[in-house]
Structures are given as structure tokens and as C-alpha cells.
């Protein structure tokens, strides 16, 4: 059994990512294994301020929430950072939480899977959004391996995606391989 750690990063309750999330979870644990989703537009999460207080305290000395998700993703075996595509490049949600684990991203050691949605058809140009996620996941997370991709091309509406049967049954079969 694995643990997986979902992170939602769309402001759109049951947006297009999050459909997609939700079906790679559902796949996970009837496989067996143990999900948590994280749903970013819960928290009130602030900017990294660069102070580095944390590097003599392990911890950041912000109380909002993100340390305890960071110490969720340091106990997590598989991670799925779950993203709109917002001008070619992750949500700022997303990037605002990534940069918060300058103190915590060192003693993360977990298989990484990344769902992006946009509206334009072009996977290729998609591949602009999931490098702008490497540039901690690939460079910085040294004990992480990217494992698996969802390129959810033409999503526009909210509820596209919860129609799109092939890209549902992508993200279920994706979190049943875990
Ligand atoms: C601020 C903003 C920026 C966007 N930028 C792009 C873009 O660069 N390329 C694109 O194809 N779609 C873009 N879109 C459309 C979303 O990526 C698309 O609707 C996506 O499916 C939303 O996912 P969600 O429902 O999970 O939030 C943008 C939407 C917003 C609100």
C-alpha cells in the first residue's frame, strides 16, 4: 500500500484538474492505497518572504497551514500536483505552495505525477507548463522521479473534463498503477 498526496491547485471546486484528480484517487485506493486530496483554495497560504528562518529552524515560521502540508508530502510515496493551465505555466496557487517548501523539499522521496487542463489543443505547448513544475520537481527534489503525465487538451468550461470518458478512464488507470 502507498500513500499518495493529491494537491488541487484550481480556485474551481470540481474544475477540469480536479475531475481529473479525483479519478487518479479513485483508481489509487481501489488498488489499495492510502489518498489524501490537498485542495489549495482552502488554505490562505502567503509568499515564501526569502528570510530563511527556516534554514536554522527546519520550519517556516508562517502559520497558515503549509507546514503541515509539507510534512504530509515528506511522508508521501506518490505525489500528484494537479494544475489549470494559467498563461502557459502552473496556477499561481501551485507556484505560491511550491515555493514554500524551500525547508522541506530536500527530505521528500516520492514518485511524482503531474494533470494539467487547458483550453488549447496543443500538447506540445503543454510541455511549457509541466517544465515550469520540474524546475523544482526534476532540478530541486532529488529523491523524486517523475512517473507519469495527463495532458488534458481542449478543457474549457468547468465541466468538460466530467465528459471527456478518455481522459477520466487516463487519470483512473494512471492512479490504479501506482
Ligand atoms: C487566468 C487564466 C489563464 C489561462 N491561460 C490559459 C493558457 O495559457 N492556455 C490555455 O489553453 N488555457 C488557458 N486558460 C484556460 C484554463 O487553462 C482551462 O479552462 C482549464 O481547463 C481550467 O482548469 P480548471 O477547471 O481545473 O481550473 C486560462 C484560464 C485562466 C482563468
Redesign the pocket.
Known amino acids: 500500500m502507498k500513500k499518495l498526496v493529491v494537491i488541487s491547485s ?1 480556485p ?1 471546486k470540481d ?4 475531475t481529473l484528480a479525483k479519478e487518479f484517487i479513485r483508481g489509487a485506493m481501489d488498488a489499495g492505497n492510502e489518498a489524501e486530496l490537498i485542495v489549495l483554495r482552502d488554505y490562505d497560504l502567503k509568499y515564501c518572504t526569502g528570510c530563511y528562518s527556516c534554514a536554522k529552524t527546519g520550519k517556516c515560521f508562517m502559520d497558515d497551514g503549509m507546514n503541515e502540508i509539507s510534512q504530509k508530502l515528506i511522508a508521501a510515496d506518490v505525489i500528484v500536483f494537479a494544475t ?5 505555466s502552473m496556477s499561481g496557487q501551485l507556484k505560491v505552495m511550491i515555493d514554500r517548501l524551500v525547508p522541506s523539499y530536500r527530505e521528500m522521496k516520492a514518485d511524482i505525477y503531474m494533470i494539467a ?4 489543443n496543443d500538447k506540445e505547448i503543454m510541455e511549457m507548463t509541466f517544465d515550469s513544475i520540474r524546475g523544482a520537481t526534476k532540478y530541486c527534489f532529488n529523491n523524486c522521479e517523475e512517473k507519469g503525465l495527463i495532458y ?1 487538451t481542449e ?2 468550461e ?1 465541466k ?1 473534463a466530467s465528459v471527456r470518458e478518455d481522459y477520466l478512464e487516463q487519470a483512473y488507470n494512471m492512479g490504479k498503477k501506482i
Open positions: 484550481s474551481r474544475g477540469n484538474s480536479e489549470p493551465v494559467y498563461f502557459y487542463t487547458q483550453y488549447d488534458g478543457l474549457w468547468k468538460d
